[in-house]
């Protein structure tokens, strides 16, 4: 059974700081997404993982992919208010050939302060 | 164009009834999710859909789940006999067939409230 933990579940930082969000995952995938969820709002596609070492980079936000360690993270680079949201990492099911589900963390909720 | 489309967008049903809730998926898009989300948790997989097969029905919760999609296009889920555990947020997504690395895209989920 694939399980995917995300750690911290809730994460309250000061404006101006770094921090990074972790994705463990439990079986072999090398397909990993964030996602972004805001109050009230469904979910939004931040970044696609596809192979081992992937870095992708969007804003203040950069995700990378050890598929070795089966571990995701998601950077946040001096934090702004904006990026107050619900973030969630998911990875792939039966990937290798077929379409599979995607199995998501619990979320890690992110309220950045003044 | 139009993105994933959910309806009705809230729902309130008495305990015991049974519920319908429909998702159009985006066009062309052959792969079909259903998910709930419960208040402050994370996303429960309940069935994905490729074209009209149902390959994974291992999420549905219990026998008064069911979902079926025709067409290849819109899907339906039924919940028989409601229970207040029932209660959530039912989100729906689609995307574009293996090969094709395309992220899922959601609609805005349909809020069931059993009561």
């Known amino acids: 059974e694939l399980k995917v933990e995300q750690n911290p579940l809730f994460l309250s930082m000061q404006e101006g700081k770094n921090y990074t969000i972790y994705c463990n995952y439990s079986?072999?995938?090398?397909?990993l997404y964030w996602y972004r969820q805001d109050p009230g709002k469904s979910l939004e596609s931040l970044f696609v993982l596809l192979s081992n070492g992937a870095v992708k980079q969007e804003g203040r936000l950069m995700a990378s992919l050890d598929t070795k360690a089966r571990l995701s993270t998601l950077h946040i680079t001096a934090a702004v208010h904006d990026l107050s949201a619900t973030y969630f990492c998911?990875?792939?099911?039966?990937?290798?050939?077929?379409?599979?589900?995607?199995?998501f963390g619990k979320g890690t909720k992110l309220s950045v302060k003044p | 164009g139009a993105g994933v489309s959910q309806s009705p967008s809230n729902k309130v049903t008495e305990k015991g009834k049974d519920v319908e809730l429909r998702c159009d998926p985006i066009?062309?898009?052959?792969?079909l999710y259903w998910y709930r989300q419960s208040l402050g948790q994370g996303l429960e997989f309940l069935i994905y859909?490729?074209?009209?097969?149902?390959?994974?029905k291992s999420g549905l919760p219990s026998d008064r789940f069911s979902a079926e999609r025709t067409g290849g296009s819109v899907s339906t889920l039924t919940i028989q006999r409601t229970q207040q555990e029932d209660s959530a947020v039912y989100l729906c997504a689609s995307n574009l067939w293996t090969g094709i690395y395309s992220p899922l895209h959601f609609g805005n989920g349909t809020r069931l409230t059993v009561t």
């Open positions: 998911a990875v792939i099911m039966n990937y290798g050939g077929s379409q599979g589900n995607l199995i």
């Open positions: 859909f490729q074209g009209n097969s149902a390959p994974d």
């Open positions: 066009s062309g898009h052959t792969a």
């Open positions: 079986t072999t995938s090398d397909r």
